[in-house]
């Protein structure tokens, strides 16, 4: 079955740095696009980042536009999030996601938190 499994979350000091990881499983990972997501509290779920199957398109929210950067190993089948810059509105919990599958379904990881505070 489709897993996919964040890690590197954690407490950081506003201007600096995190590297999420997320490790696919249960599909062929490099014939899909794949995500990042955020969720702040009582706010809805947005998107942060969006990588092509070879890795060569990227997209970014306004927000996080030369802060983060969006990249993926389809040898590993991992999609990473490099967080620089990290500012106090950047706290929430970020989600892997994947559309994929016969038929296709949006498949989640469980989330990574993030906190940016002095």
């Known amino acids: 079955q489709v897993q996919l499994v964040e890690s590197g979350g954690g407490l950081v000091q506003p201007g600096g740095s995190l590297r999420l990881s997320c490790a696919a499983s249960g599909f062929t990972f490099s014939s899909y696009a794949m995500s990042w997501y955020c969720q702040a509290p009582g706010k809805e779920r947005e998107l942060v980042a969006a990588i092509s199957r070879a890795g060569v398109r990227t997209i970014y929210a306004d927000a996080v536009k030369g802060r983060f950067t969006i990249s993926r190993d389809n040898a590993k089948n991992a999609v990473y999030l490099q967080m620089n810059s990290l500012k106090p509105e950047d706290t929430a919990v970020y989600y892997c996601?994947?559309?994929?599958?016969?038929?296709?379904?949006?498949?989640w990881g469980q989330g990574t938190q993030v906190t940016v505070s002095s």
């Open positions: 996601y994947a559309r994929t599958g016969t038929p296709l379904a949006d498949y």
